[in-house]
């Protein structure tokens, strides 16, 4: 598969991640805000996240979709899967509670299987990032035009 054809697959696979879960998110409000407030991490900011987070995600798969701005749509992809991925190992650790705040069929995910998800996400991503930043590099260099 042609570099190109690679890095829009990923990029469509995160562009549907991250409108799917954002939607989610939109749609059952009330619940993921509740979920957010039962937090013990983030209580005091589920308001703010509850409305940045799904339009950020929405943002990120704006930026995915043009191609002047995949790169750094991938650099926020990788960026806020890394964080999500974070914030769920904290929680597994040191909290003793648990609220799901994840959006759709996710929700349905064991704790450890949301990880393996997020994981292979941020791998499918950091190839994005490699990717893209490679064939970028390509066109700089003299007589590279031909070879892609």
Request: glycine share 4%.
């Amino acid at each position: 598969m042609p570099t190109k054809r690679l890095i829009e697959l990923i990029s469509a696979l995160l562009i549907f991640l991250f409108v799917y879960t954002s939607i989610s998110k939109l749609l059952d409000y009330s619940v993921f805000n509740r979920q957010l407030s039962q937090s013990p991490f983030i209580t005091q900011y589920a308001n703010l996240i509850s409305w940045a987070l799904p339009l950020g995600e929405l943002l990120i798969a704006g930026l995915l979709m043009v191609n002047k701005t995949r790169l750094t749509g991938l650099y926020c992809s990788f960026f806020l899967l890394s964080l999500f991925t974070f914030y769920l190992v904290a929680m597994l650790r040191y909290s003793p509670y648990i609220p799901c705040s994840c959006g759709g069929i996710l929700q349905h995910l064991s704790w450890q299987a949301h990880i393996i998800f997020n994981a292979a996400f941020i791998i499918i991503t950091t190839i994005g990032v490699l990717l893209h930043v490679h064939k970028h590099q390509r066109k700089t260099l003299p007589g590279a035009a031909e070879n892609l």
